[in-house]
């Protein structure tokens, strides 16, 4: 850093200045859901409506991080709320490109935190997330459907990529957005068509 850039100068502008970088460096810090609308949601990819009849679409919003547009989701269910055993999707359209080692990561420290499954249980979770989740880019849409027996199937841009068949990694994978104690609480109630 030069020593220009450390000097305040004789009206204090360089306090001014730090004081506007700290405020907007913690605005950027936050994870802020976007509104959106049950309304936005674009139809499912026919393979997925098959799988569950029935399921309409509740709620949805634009997941930002630091500022940045990660994508948008919406939820889609037999009826208002989620229930942890019942079928859902979980549509989501992302806006940048991510890394699928990186997003099973953040999966699985996500369910950790949440406190679903075992140590075992969430080692094992992880391989499979590591597995079957793709590199992802900018206009990808991953789709995920918990199905009756506790099987998830994953679809990328409306093509199926696989399943992972246990009832406690599907609670556990939908608990990320869905679960009450989920770090996106903002978020949460948009995609079940709550108002934050």
Not at 124 to 129: A, F, P, S
């Amino acid at each position: 850093m030069s020593a220009s850039t450390l000097s305040c100068g004789r009206d204090g502008g360089f306090l001014r200045r730090g004081a506007r970088l700290v405020v907007a460096l913690g605005a950027a810090l936050v994870m802020s859901p976007g509104p959106a609308d049950a309304a936005d949601a674009p139809p499912l990819p026919a393979q997925v409506a098959a799988l569950a009849p029935g399921l309409s679409a509740q709620g949805g919003g634009e997941l930002t991080y630091f500022g940045l547009s990660i994508y948008n989701g919406y939820f889609w269910s037999p009826g208002r709320g989620w229930k942890e055993d019942g079928p859902c999707v979980l549509d989501l359209h992302y806006h940048r490109a991510l890394d699928g080692a990186k997003i099973a990561a953040r999966s699985l420290q996500e369910i950790a935190k949440l406190g679903y499954g075992t140590p075992a249980q969430r080692s094992r979770w992880g391989e499979e997330m590591r597995r079957l989740f793709p590199n992802v880019e900018k206009g990808d849409r991953l789709t995920g459907i918990s199905l009756p027996g506790g099987i998830v199937r994953y679809f990328l841009n409306d093509q199926p990529i696989g399943d992972i068949d246990d009832p406690g990694f599907a609670r556990a994978f939908f608990a990320i957005w869905l679960d009450p104690k989920t770090s996106e609480a903002g978020f949460r109630q948009l995609l079940l068509g709550e108002r934050p």
